[in-house]
């Protein structure tokens, strides 16, 4: 980073970042909403310095609404110009934000709901084709303390900032509440500071060394750790954005190109799917100005990375970063070949990475052992007490649930999981829920839900059924629609349907042997 980056850095809170960078350069396009991404679509904007403004002014509109420094807001909003607006809304009144993905339903949604005693829900009221404002309606009915549901899509309350409390003075206070699937059938609160945020952050500029020049991009739902991860990114280096609210391929080119894009990605899954669309026309760039393509969230084959810079003409930088850590290692665009294909990246300065066995002591390098986290950038637990309880070791290290190893120069090379879960274009989903619903269906005697090896998605869903003597075959459709009307998040529905006769179990505790499964249905298998 340069000597700016370095010193805004040091922002106590996510509202003096966005402050000091707009004092610094107001006038500097900050990002841009493709609200029609085709070649000649239109384009709404936002300078740092507007973007302050307005945040500041739509702070004095929820003031107007009884929103108060530390109190609860939930927003379940697509990734746009005013979602934006309103986290940093939030963050200058110092209120505690629980950020929602947009495809969470009732079961998602109403458990953070109930969960954070949210005071106030933002919906983007009907949004491709589900109606979330009935659904925020149909919650509040069922919650003891109703929160006030409101549309936050185009419009948003303004006042005069005049009636503001003075903003938030520190950034080690918990003001945010992301969630992730873990490895039970609730989705775990993890707690969030803002000094975490800009830490992690700041490790994502560290590493990737962008500079004003350069043209982002944010194709992954804002609700997810990775928005503000990204947009301290912006803040610190000062260079502009395009939002999307639907990322798709081919139609989301033309505003990458329009724009002149220079940094894409988000993880494995977008890597792949630019790749397929090279391979349309392989004479022609597809992304002329594409110089970096970076993400993280899930395994990357190191043949995708060679056929991504051969192909795409782009360097591949691949990190290693989940809810509770936003960023935790990122491959350096002037690492090696051998490194950017075949491990995680190192971690940053102010990550510490440890490697233990199954007692707890540290491994040599090159040995197998379980991924531990300790830095700034590592959340401060979880929401429920019992789900923190046994998430840190004594010295303060996350327990991650990963396998990996330390190279001798740094490198991180994760393994496995000891973690019940998979990960489907980035996001986590747990086994265990989708187990849950299944075994509620007649058709269904007993199951196991696995993740399988997927060029496009990094892991898709398979749902392997022992069926009840008698009763018709499962079909995958039949699955789907089961799931859906459990109110299940429809990127967790099972892309895969296996009949077995029975499943296979070990002779002590009878548990399904999970990976006798994968091995079965997995690449290779005949």
Known sequence: MTGTAADLAASRTLWELLDRRAART???????QADDPGP???????????????????????????????????????????????????????????????????????????????????????WRGFDHTAMGFRLALSLPSPPLVFTAYDTLPEGDPAVLPEPPAEGTSVRWVYWTSGTTSDPKGTLHTDRGLIAAGTCL????RLTPDDVGSMAFPYAHVAGPDYTVMLLLCGFPAVLMEHFALPGSLGAFRRHGVTVA?????????????QRKDPGRPL???????????????????????????????????MTEAPMITMGDP????EHLAGTEGRPPEGMEIRVVDEAGLPVAAGTDGHVRLRGEAVCRGYLDPEQHTGAFDPEGFLI???????????????????????????????????????????????????GLPDEVRGERVCAVVQQPAGVPPLTLTDVAAFLRDAGLSVHKVPEQLELVDALPRNET?????????????????G
């Open 26 to 32: 107001p006038d500097a396009l900050a990002l841009v």
């Open 40 to 126: 000649g679509g239109t384009d709404r904007s936002l300078t740092f310095g507007a973007l302050r403004d307005r945040a500041e002014r739509v702070a004095a509109g929820l003031h107007g609404l009884g929103v108060r420094p530390g109190g609860r807001v939930a927003w379940q909003l697509p990734t746009r110009l005013e979602t934006v607006v309103l986290s940093f809304a939030l963050a200058r009144l110092g209120a505690v934000q629980t950020p929602l993905i947009p495809y969470y339903r009732d079961r998602e949604a109403g458990h953070a709901l109930r969960a954070t005693g949210a005071g106030f829900f933002a919906v983007p009221g009907v």
């Open 205 to 208: 500029a560290r590493a990737l």
């Open 265 to 277: 990605g988000g993880s494995t899954a977008f890597y792949a799917m630019f790749l397929a669309e």
């Open 287 to 321: 992304l002329p100005a594409l110089r970096l393509l970076a993400g993280g969230g899930a395994p990357k084959p190191p043949e995708l990375y060679h056929q991504v810079v051969r192909e795409l003409g782009c360097r591949l930088v691949h990190g290693y970063g």
């Open 334 to 337: 002037d690492d090696t070949d």
């Open 400 to 450: 991650t649930g990963d396998l990996g190893h330390l190279t001798a120069d740094g490198h991180l090379v994760l393994t496995g999981r000891t973690k019940d879960v998979i990960i489907r274009k980035g996001e986590n989903i747990s086994a265990q829920e989708v187990e849950r619903l299944l075994h509620g269906h007649p058709g269904v005697a007993d199951v196991a839900v696995i």
């Open 509 to 525: 505790l009878r548990k399904v042997l999970k990976y006798k499964l994968r091995e079965r249905y997995g690449p290779g298998a």
